[in-house]
């Protein structure tokens, strides 16, 4: 055992060798270069960094080290596969990307989507075409590989049968390994302008044991050595020295000990629930409308630490005419919920969700650009008027427990959004005050939005770590770029979507208007 470590660490050195030299390489180069983006798919931005320090995770440390690091990045709200897959191929949050959950429900047509099972190829034809993905930009020179939104690539692969065989039997690094191995014969037929590449080994360790054990560094160590091997790789193709190399998750994760489930609370009102499907909608979508007059809450759960309820609205004050799952409830109707075609009150909603112990807090839309954040011990209003954002709390405690430079300026005055990102950052519920909104106005967001409470997972699959929240552990994420037009240095904050825009630059791509992000550099 101790042979093979040596092996390893010389491997490791010689790629460091040979970084150090394509670094010196690309220096002052100014032609369009390649971009190679790897998403670690539910990796801490902690755990990155504290193997990155130990030592047991070298290429990555020589990476950060040597490029262009961010100490506190952010993905987005929900922070789950295929919401924040769109910050780094489109540039989109999902208020703008029309992908609200990894399971969401359609609105416009009472379609209900689970992107994690039946309907995983319908979420390219689900995103928005009002932003182009970055393949729809490099449509004859791009490649997307485990991509989820690959629309518009010029070459597009999903996992090949061997990786599902070995998830299968929970062999999570060999999965990955299986990745490479097809990324790397992908390879031979030529290297494209930009190639989008994603690994699911702590992602999937995370649900399966949770993020606090050896085997979930062991997932992330194993991507190091794979990242190795496909620097070796770019290097004796010659492509090195034009390539730029970046890094990112599309979120964190939690571990978990309790579980909690709301759809029983929302039962025992008197309300019927349409509880969150697993992986087939085959069969609610067969009789949607007949699911849509037969329920009156609908469960969208995402990560696991994330549930969305769509509840039914009325067209008018005076509870006229029949309650539809097109219309949102306001604020007061959901405090007194009434159900059915005889409008029967059947209780506070909001109040019963809240008094559930796996809730931490939940954010529901008051009113127009307004927005109530609730927890148990207090509750806060986000007013929003272009892209300034207002906080102030109204009663008890903090629900989003504010640092200090945050507190000091949570009395409801209008701040730019990109200022509460760098006041909160090191929070416990980093960039929330924007989150919160952006998610709120999304068209196919929920009525009422749940985040879980430290420690529990809000449903019944029994997952030992989860993400989805807006707690740093599941929406902080690593973000590194070494390579062709990188300098080397560390910034305080950016968001995910930031590197869309950043990734077209490198690639001299002009960036399509109306979106957030801003370039790093």
């Known amino acids: 055992m101790r042979s093979v470590r040596i092996r390893t660490h010389v491997v490791m050195f010689l790629v460091c060798l040979v970084l150090a030299s394509a670094w010196a390489a690309n220096a002052g180069t100014g032609d369009p270069g390649k971009v190679v983006f790897i998403l670690l798919d539910g990796c801490r931005a902690d755990t990155f960094n504290r193997l990155c320090d130990q030592g047991r995770a070298p290429t990555f440390a020589w990476l950060r080290n040597q490029g262009l690091s961010v100490d506190n990045a952010v993905s987005v709200w929900p922070s789950t596969t295929g919401p924040a897959y769109a910050p780094f191929i489109c540039g989109t949050f999902p208020f703008q990307s029309n992908l609200t959950g990894i399971r969401q429900y359609l609105r416009s047509s009472g379609t209900y989507r689970s992107y994690c099972g039946t309907d995983v190829k319908k979420i390219s034809e689900d995103l928005s075409r009002d932003f182009p993905t970055v393949f729809e930009l490099l449509p004859r020179d791009s490649l997307a590989l485990v991509a989820m939104l690959d629309r518009g690539a010029g070459r597009r692969f999903n996992p090949p049968l061997d990786f599902f065989l070995k998830s299968m039997r929970g062999k999570y690094l060999e999965c990955d390994r299986v990745i490479l191995r097809k990324l790397e014969k992908e390879l031979d037929d030529g290297l494209p302008r930009f190639t989008f590449v994603s690994f699911h080994g702590p992602d999937s360790v995370g649900h399966r044991t949770g993020t606090d054990g050896a085997g979930y560094d062991e997932a992330v160590i194993n991507l190091d050595g794979i990242v190795a091997k496909l620097i070796a790789w770019l290097k004796t193709h010659g492509e090195l020295e034009r390539t730029t190399i970046v890094i990112s998750a599309d979120h964190g994760s939690q571990s978990t000990s309790k579980s909690g489930d709301l759809a029983p609370a929302l039962s025992a009102l008197g309300l019927k629930v349409r509880d969150a499907i697993g992986r087939s909608t085959i069969g609610y979508n067969l009789d949607k409308t ?4 037969e329920n009156d809450v609908i469960v969208c759960v995402s990560g696991n630490a994330c549930v969305q309820l769509y509840l039914k609205g009325r067209p008018g004050a005076a509870f006229e005419g029949a309650p539809s799952f097109r219309i949102r409830p306001t604020l007061s109707e959901m405090r007194a919920y009434r159900r059915g075609s005889d409008a029967r009150e059947v209780g506070d909603v909001i109040g019963t969700i809240l008094a559930q112990p796996c809730v931490g807090f939940l954010a529901v839309r008051d009113g127009r650009a307004r927005y109530r954040v609730l927890s148990k011990s207090g509750e806060a209003v986000i007013t929003r008027e272009g892209d300034r954002l207002g906080y102030r709390v109204v009663s008890g405690a903090d629900p989003l427990q504010m640092g200090i430079a945050a507190r000091k300026v ?27 909104s952006q998610l709120l106005e999304a068209e196919n967001s929920g009525d009422i939005i749940v985040n879980a409470a430290p420690g529990y997972e809000p449903w019944h699959e029994g997952q030992k770590g989860v993400h989805g929240g807006l707690d740093a552990g599941q929406i902080k994420v690593p973000m590194v770029l070494w390579g062709k037009g990188v300098s080397p240095g560390r910034l305080p904050c950016a968001r995910t979507v930031d590197l869309y825009v950043t990734m077209l630059k490198l690639m001299q791509v002009a960036p399509p208007p109306g979106l957030l992000g801003l370039p790093l550099f």
């Open 290 to 293: 007949g699911h849509a007059d």
């Open 410 to 436: 949570s009395d409801g005055r209008l701040i730019q959004e990109r200022k509460w990102l760098r006041m909160t950052c090191l929070d416990p519920y980093p960039d929330a005050v924007f989150q919160i």
